[in-house]
């Protein structure tokens, strides 16, 4: 069975630094192309950015590039979304998402549970 | 960048009716690689529909999709309790925006 399981809630202060991880198993973890999505609460989805684990070439949103990094591990089945300073904007939930059948260009069927990051002073 | 927009934004249906949902993209897209998705609250959404008609597995036949190009439609037959929720369109053609949603209520 493929899972994809996310590290849980994060709370933190506006400038802090925050990683949240997705770990893939079930599969071949360096096949498959990795997205993270954003939703804010009563919100709709937003795309961020993908990662393809063999490699870690990444392609990312114009809307969220230089604000985030996406990275991967393959020896862990993980990717990683990271913010080096985080702002109360970025309060969210973030969805992690594999990609179903090799190539760039292919839809989304296997989701991780979600991660809420909540950013306040 | 491609831009989706969904109509409507809201949809008032009663269970057994039929809803048509909309998502129209500011460019063509790649190969009709377009994607629809259903989100009930407190979960993450769930793939219906993929390469803009082909059902993605173990869903039901109440859904389907059509279109192409710029124009695309998510269909579905009869609806179910289950069906109520906010449904998604998004193209994976170029990047992977997401549109605005439409969500469907109760009557």
């Known amino acids: 069975e493929i899972e994809m399981v996310q590290s849980g809630a994060e709370v933190k202060w506006p400038g802090e630094s925050l990683r949240i991880s997705c770990k893939g198993s079930g599969y071949s973890f360096p096949t498959y192309w990795i997205n993270w999505v954003r939703q804010v609460p009563g919100k709709g989805l937003e795309w961020m950015g993908k990662?393809?684990?063999?490699?870690?070439?990444?392609i990312y949103s114009p809307s969220f590039q230089g604000h985030v990094t996406i990275s991967a591990d393959k020896s862990m089945s993980t990717v990683y979304l990271h913010w080096s300073s985080l702002q109360a904007s970025d309060t969210a939930i973030y969805y992690c998402?594999?990609?179903?059948?090799?190539?760039?260009?292919?839809?989304?069927?296997?989701w991780g549970q979600g991660t809420l990051v909540s950013v306040s002073s | 960048d491609i831009v989706l927009t969904q109509s409507p934004g809201t949809l008032s249906l009663s269970p057994g009716e039929r809803a048509t949902l909309s998502c129209r993209a500011s460019?063509?897209?790649?190969?009709?690689?377009l994607a629809w998705f259903r989100q009930k609250p407190g979960q993450p959404p769930r793939l219906l529909i993929y390469d803009a008609s082909i059902r993605a597995y173990g869903i039901p036949d109440r859904f389907s999709g059509s279109g192409s190009g710029t124009d695309f439609t998510l269909t579905i037959s009869r609806l179910e309790a289950e069906d109520f929720a906010v449904y998604y369109c998004?193209?994976?053609?170029?990047?992977?925006?997401f549109g605005g949603g439409t969500k469907v209520e109760i009557k």
């Open positions: 998004q193209q994976y053609g170029s990047t992977g925006a």
């Open positions: 460019q063509s897209v790649s190969n009709n690689y």
């Open positions: 990662i393809d684990p063999s490699d870690s070439h990444t």
């Open positions: 998402a594999r990609q179903y059948g090799s190539g760039i260009h292919t839809p989304m069927p296997d």
